[in-house]
């Protein structure tokens, strides 16, 4: 018999109980003052269009869940969602209370912030733990656009900030963009978004001010996420320090497929798709210039994100001047991982997990983001293409190749610390798995059918050990 998952539940019963009693009286005062709040201003009809409409004019056909009423709960939802309520409404009083602010500077996050909601409670099951970590994050993004409003009313520079030639590495999952990414970020020439930074670019309410208290509180939380998933570490390393994925920072103002990963909702992913993901990236724009007037000294930004892929048009629209790098891989390699990973990051938010379902939800999803990167060959030839196998076989000579491309001097400096890294972890401190492709109902002779295109435009060598006879991926590597 295995005894980890029922020590883990005794171990969050005796950190959470203590302090039920003042989480209820908080969430007591929330409720008491948010009516104070209803007031805020709504978004005008137009504003308020239901996605089934947009939809209907410009996508195909979506799942139809409706969302549970009342009756259809039970007394636990019931209890969460009484004190704890996912709301807009409420959502946006309580941020503002804690702020004691009058409004948000913009309210274009709304829209965005009710179609995710809609989706969670249509679809995403989510346990207590969902439900409640769901309030918290949503609470942390609304907060951190009112801490970036109020710093620019004290320096209203911020945003005149001028980004230059930033770098974005993208690309399929799992094709080694975090490994690439924290050696580049080695660079003292090189700045990088922290997850401490992302998730607290500046201080919450009635919190020291210091660095070392936002990083000690996202040490903890990623603590208590390990917690609650031992495997992650091993895929995916979580550091406070440990450079982070823009999807969270597009995230803080609801539009980000971060959500997508988290949470099974194809009703989200669809209306994203069609709403699109300039606001968010203008957001991410707007997100960097706070983090750089922090840190004047660097000199280029490295970005990194996978998701990317699924925006180069409104990415090329706000940083018109970006570099960036793709990532290749033999996907029967990634796609048993990505899934493994996708379903590791659910579990905990989530009452059913659906291992097939969310193959075919990530193979479907992944074969869509090849045909756009094939798309790219031809319409944008700035894109420095790189391979997977040449960056595990020859790391420094592939930074050698992206530092040239992006106009980037290689200090002495620089390569010193990268080597020195590549000799304490040459792997990245990533672990070496088996996941198999059968695990979530997916062939690997299908997949190599609907990935052909991709391998041959980019030239991509099918894995040693990512046969169709074997049915399995052997690497984690995010």
């Not at 803080?252 to 606001?279: A, K, N």
Request: some cysteine; proline content about 7%; glycine content about 4%.
């Amino acid at each position: 018999m295995t005894y980890g998952p029922l020590i883990t539940v005794l171990v969050l019963a005796l950190l959470l109980l203590p302090g039920m009693q003042l989480l209820r009286r908080m969430v007591d005062f929330t409720r008491f003052v948010a009516p104070q709040r209803r007031d805020v201003r709504e978004l005008p009809p137009t504003m308020r269009q239901p996605f089934s409409s947009i939809a209907a004019q410009s996508a195909g056909p979506l799942e139809r869940t409706a969302t549970p009423g009342p009756g259809a709960r039970g007394a636990r939802t019931r209890l969460i969602e009484r004190f704890a309520p996912l709301e807009a409404n409420a959502l946006i009083a309580t941020a503002l209370d804690r702020r004691r602010a009058e409004d948000f500077s913009e309210r274009a996050f709304v829209t965005p912030l009710q179609e995710l909601l809609h989706a969670l409670h249509a679809q995403a099951e989510l346990s207590t733990f969902g439900q409640l970590a769901t309030r918290f994050d949503a609470l942390r993004c609304l907060d951190n656009q009112l801490a970036l409003a109020s710093a620019e009313r004290v320096d209203a520079s911020i945003t005149r900030r001028d980004l230059v030639r930033p770098i974005f590495i993208t690309g399929l999952p799992r094709c080694g963009s975090t490994f690439l990414h924290s050696l580049i970020a080695l660079d003292p020439a090189v700045a990088v978004p922290h997850s401490w930074q992302v998730m607290y670019p500046y201080p919450l309410p009635g919190l020291r001010s210091r660095i070392e208290t936002r990083r000690a509180r996202v040490a903890r939380q990623f603590a208590f996420f390990r917690l609650l998933s031992p495997q992650l570490s091993g895929m995916h390393p979580l550091a406070a320090d440990a450079p982070q994925e823009c999807t969270d920072i597009t995230a803080q103002v609801f539009q980000s497929l971060r959500f997508d990963t988290i949470y099974r909702i194809p009703m989200y992913r669809d209306w994203l798709d069609v709403y699109g993901h300039e606001y968010a990236y203008r957001f991410h724009r707007r997100f960097l210039q706070h983090l750089d007037a922090q840190h004047p000294g660097a000199q280029r930004w490295v970005l990194k994100s996978p998701d990317h892929v699924f925006a180069l048009a409104a990415l090329r629209k706000v940083y018109p001047d970006a570099h960036i790098v793709m990532l290749h891989r033999d996907p029967l390699s990634v796609l048993a991982s990505v899934a493994k990973l996708t379903e590791i990051l659910r579990r905990p938010f989530t009452r059913h997990l659906d291992p097939v379902q969310i193959g075919a939800e990530i193979s479907a999803r992944w074969a869509e983001g090849a045909e756009r990167m094939v798309a790219t060959r031809a319409a944008d030839t700035n894109i420095l293409h790189l391979h997977y196998s040449d960056l595990v076989s020859a790391p420094m000579d592939t930074i050698a190749t992206l530092y040239r491309h992006c106009g980037m001097p290689l200090s002495a400096a620089a390569e010193m610390r990268m080597r020195a890294a590549l000799r304490a972890r040459p792997r990245g401190g990533y672990a070496v798995h088996a996941h198999r492709l059968e695990s979530f109902g997916l062939d690997a002779g299908q997949l190599r059918e609907r990935f052909a295109r991709y391998m041959q435009t980019f030239d991509v060598r099918p894995a040693e050990r990512a046969r169709a006879d074997t049915a399995q991926v052997m690497t984690d590597s995010a």
